[in-house]
């Protein structure tokens, strides 16, 4: 029986190396009743003959061959960029969609220009009945935030929310709103490269929704040896590259422990050598950081306090067990406390600020905007 997949979606599948799950991957598309001349699958400089597979197997598909192995940002930004309409699936190759999963998201997205990305439940390949993310936020330490995250499914309400982080696994992106944003950042290799492009989304003033019902299955896999460093570095960048001055000062005594209680958690791990190394390659990004903080300033529809979260930190189930969980479980607590302390600062410091930054803001490409104009809407 035919499916339904809008008319208006196209897919862009980000494949490295992906033997080992792309006949998963394609099956779900297949199964969702995606045309596969609206498929187009990004190898990145893969060498395990991907693309032969997809000719012998999938003709229709389209094939793009990235020569360089430079994180999957490239590849996101192609699938975008290249896109023949307005909303397109940017999907890693470990990711199985499930029924009905791609009609969700694009009822959820609408067509009012108000939300930008709408991101499905991420489940565990090999426990389907449980959450690996969802409804997820930026934390003010550039970390993630989640309310459900390795929690039985039905847990969630059934209904859609509004959240703050989107997962690389399968977002169906407005390109308008990526357009306007600036694209994902290239620059990031691993980690953050899906969660500082969603917080400019939001601080444009457009919406990030998750319908609980479009859910997929994540196959994950362990994480390479260059994980901490690509974390580290990039979790610098991203707050000196987005978050306001005033953020940044108000923010600072919270650093000045959470940095030395990383460091600790590293020693512990054996991985010392990797965060040196990535302060080291986060000061490489200095010199292009004045010109990334005023295409932010671009775009700025809200301050950061309106924005960042408190909440509960998403601790590795390797390390939040035990005594050293329960640690790092008040450790959360405590700077969720000091967050909600600092955020009532910036809050005091922001009042005034000009009146066009509510939640409700939207941003001056989109119909649903008022009166077509961003001049008086910008946050300094």
Known sequence: MAKHFPADVSVGVIAYNAMRTLPMCMRGLSDAGCPEERITVY???????????LAEHHPGVRVVRLDENRGPNPARNLAVMQSETPFVVVMDSDVQLLAGTVAGLREAIGDDGRVAIATPVVLYADRPDTVQYSRTFVHFLAEASAEVDDKPLTQLNGETAVVGLASG??????KSAAVEVGMFDERYFFGKTDGEFAYRVTLGGWQIVEPAGAQVLHHHHRRGTTYYTHQVRNRWHFMLKDFQLRTLVVMLPALLVHEPALFMLLLVKGKTGEYFRAIGSMFKLLPALRG????V???RRKHDWEVLRGDKLVIPTSVNRGVLGAVLSL????????WSAAS??????STG????LAKDSQPSTEKGRDDGSSSQTNVA
């Open 353 to 356: 600020f000009p009146q066009g």
């Open 297 to 299: 300033a671009r775009v």
């Open 169 to 174: 696994c399968a977002p169906l992106i407005r």
């Open 43 to 53: 190898d990145v400089a893969g060498t395990d003959g991907s693309g032969d597979w």
């Open 331 to 338: 450790y959360g607590v405590a700077m969720g406390w000091y």
């Open 292 to 295: 990334d903080r005023r295409q």
């Open 344 to 349: 009532g600062l910036l809050r005091v410091a």
